[in-house]
């Protein structure tokens, strides 16, 4: 090993003393004593930054990079526990189902509170997890399924496909992707049927347990988020509502069958979801992450507001502790879309537990907590009386 590999393990050590002080610094220490894994993360940095150790011409280029190799360090240990996530870790009331679909078996994970064991119809919230997630991040992430103990609904997290399906989920080599509408990722080359999936799964959860028809609701996180768009597109004979987080909407003309309400929040700071649209990147800066340009937030709520015939205009707009609401409405069937940015937050679930570190994705904000906005949010805006139009194709 080098001395500037050995630079970068002293610099790897500091930061993780200093930003996670705690079990994080000494699995970091682990990490970086596999000197493999530690070679591998330097091929990381240079994929991602386009440079290397024989580029740095300054000791200010040299400390900017060792601080990045810290920070996929910190991301390789958070990509073990996503890997090393198992049926066995599953929290208490939770268990895995497998779904039949046209495309085959898949599974998701599901909470049902004890209240909702009893008698009468419950709502059903479905939570997308992001690139490269779980259906266990997700639920470690948001906390839906406290929310849903507290309030008496079912919750499910669904599981994305991955490239390799004889392979455990892998963030970096075998990650699990939805098939947003973009033409992102394997689940799009392989044509994967997600919105089948998510039919097939409400239907047979229904079976299982008791549910309210017409409180269905849709939300995720990042890839998850455009998920819930498309479902917003595609399923809303199924769907009441929908809540994207930090995602993009790649539906151009979006026409859903059946009304709907969108609740959408996003963070000012999010160098991967810009708010301004444009090719996503790195809270540190570095190169564009390739892919597609994003449209602009205000693009396609534009273009949901022409879709649900809500006002262009916002109804109602208030600005208190960093957080910016803006309310279209009401459209057909008294729709409604509320907008909601966070000051300052990154690439992360606004009051959850977060799963990257900062240096990749930004800060985290506890200015609002999410779940309890979009579960207030759910539940203002069930199906009943929504008007049926033609089905249009998306795709």
């Known amino acids: 090993m080098t001395n500037s590999h050995l630079s970068g393990i002293l610099m790897g050590l500091w930061m993780c003393r200093t930003v996670s002080r705690g079990s994080l610094a000494k699995e970091c220490t682990a990490a970086m004593s596999d000197n493999a894994e530690f070679e591998r993360q330097l091929q990381n940095v240079q994929m991602l930054t386009g440079h290397s150790f024989r580029q740095c011409s300054s000791i200010k280029s040299l ?27 599953l929290p208490p009331q939770h268990s895995r189902l497998k779904i039949s679909s046209p ?23 479905i939570m997308f997890h992001g690139y490269g997630g ?18 008496s609904f079912v919750v499910v997290y669904p599981e994305a496909t991955r490239p390799d399906k004889s392979s455990p989920q892998s963030f970096r080599r075998n990650p699990q992707a939805w098939n947003d509408g973009s033409g992102r990722f394997h ?3 392989e044509n994967i049927d997600d919105v089948a999936f998510i039919d097939a799964m409400i239907e047979q959860i229904s079976e299982r347990c008791s549910i309210d028809g017409e409180r269905i609701f849709a939300t995720g996180f990042s890839n998850g988020a455009s998920m819930t768009f498309r479902l917003g597109a595609e399923l809303s004979h199924r769907i009441a509502a929908i809540a994207p987080v930090s995602g993009t909407s790649w539906i151009d003309k979006p026409a859903p069958s059946q009304t709907l309400s969108i609740c959408y929040i996003t963070g000012t700071a999010d160098s991967l979801n810009p708010i301004e649209g444009g090719y996503p990147k790195l809270a540190f800066g570095g190169k564009e992450q390739g892919g597609q340009p994003k449209p602009a937030v205000q693009t396609f709520i534009k273009q949901w507001a022409e879709a649900l015939r809500c006002p262009e205009k916002p109804r109602l707009e208030e600005l208190a502790n960093g957080v910016h609401k803006r309310l279209y409405g009401y459209g057909e069937q008294q729709s409604e879309i509320q907008l909601i940015t966070v000051e300052g937050l990154g690439h992360h679930w606004a009051g959850g537990v977060s799963q990257a570190p900062q240096l990749l994705v930004g800060k985290p904000s506890n200015r609002l907590v999410a779940t309890d906005v979009i579960w207030d949010f759910f539940n203002a805006h069930p199906a009943t009386g929504r008007s049926v139009r033609p089905p249009q194709s998306t795709k």
């Open 134 to 151: 779980t259906a266990l991040n997700a639920a470690l992430e948001t906390n839906w399924s406290a929310k849903a103990d507290e309030q």
């Open 187 to 189: 689940a799009a080359s």
């Open 63 to 89: 400390t900017k990079l060792l601080a990045i190799i810290a920070a996929l360090l910190m991301l390789f240990v958070l990509w073990s526990r996503t890997k090393a996530a198992t049926t066995d870790e």
């Open 103 to 125: 495309g085959g078996i898949r599974e998701c994970v599901i909470h049902i509170p004890a209240a909702c064991e009893k008698s009468g119809a419950h709502p059903l919230v």
